[in-house]
Structures are given as structure tokens and as C-alpha cells.
Nanobody, 125 residues
Framework: QVQLVESGGGLVQAGGSLRLSCSAS????????MGWFRQALGKEREFVAA????????TYSDSVKGRFTVSRDNAKNTVYLQMNSLKPEDTAVYYC??????????????????WGPGAQVTVSS
């Protein structure tokens, strides 16, 4: 049974930093593309970042590029999202997701097979 569990969310002031972690089990983590998405209240779920199986390729949405960094530790079955220079518009529930089928990082939530329950990130102004 595949399980993804996010941790590290919370409340932070604008300009601050948070690091999200997503621990995975029940899958061959090293052969799975991992992504991060977010959903703000009243809005659709949107792509944030994704990392390839080896960690060698990453991609980001324009809204977080230069501020967020996605990485993974295949020995620990964990993917991370380091978030710096946070803005109030980054407030959302953040989800990690697993894409089994692709060799490449993808940005559409429809391509991802399993999802974590989400972690709330709130950035105050």
C-alpha cells in the first residue's frame, strides 16, 4: 500500500522559510518521479515543483522559481521542498505526489498516481 505523508508545514512571516518533507512507503521510491503541488482556498490545485528519479532534473512553476528548491534522498525515501522568501500568496495546502509511469518530470496533477494528505502552509504579512 502506497503511503505519502507530508510534514513541516506551519505558520511563518513573509520573508521567512519552511522546509516540507514527504516520506514515502509501499513503492520503489528511486524509480518514481515526485512532485509538489499546492491548493489555496477556493482555487484549483497547481503545480509547484517536481524532481526526477535520480534527483538530477528539477522543474518549477514560474511563481516559485528562484525561491523554492525541490530535492530527494532515495536512501531515506523522502522528497523535500525548501521554501525561502515566502510570500502571503504562497499560503496553501501543499501536497506531495508520486508519478509511477513517467521517465520525465511532469507538471499536470492528472499524471500523478498517489497523493499525500497535505500540509498547511500559512504565510502572514
Amino acid at each position: 500500500q502506497v503511503q505519502l505523508v507530508e510534514s513541516g508545514g506551519g505558520l511563518v512571516q513573509a520573508g521567512g522559510s519552511l522546509r516540507l518533507s514527504c516520506s514515502a512507503s509501499g513503492l520503489t521510491f528511486s524509480t518514481t518521479v515526485m512532485g509538489w503541488f499546492r491548493q489555496a482556498l477556493g482555487k484549483e490545485r497547481e503545480f509547484v515543483a517536481a524532481v526526477s528519479r535520480s534527483g538530477g532534473t528539477t522543474t518549477y512553476s514560474d511563481s516559485v522559481k528562484g525561491r523554492f528548491t525541490v530535492s530527494r534522498d532515495n536512501a531515506k525515501n523522502t522528497v523535500y521542498l525548501q521554501m525561502n522568501s515566502l510570500k502571503p500568496e504562497d499560503t496553501a495546502v501543499y501536497y506531495c505526489a508520486a508519478d509511477f509511469a513517467s521517465l520525465y518530470v511532469r507538471t499536470s496533477p492528472r499524471e500523478y498516481d498517489y497523493w499525500g494528505p497535505g500540509a498547511q502552509v500559512t504565510v502572514s504579512s
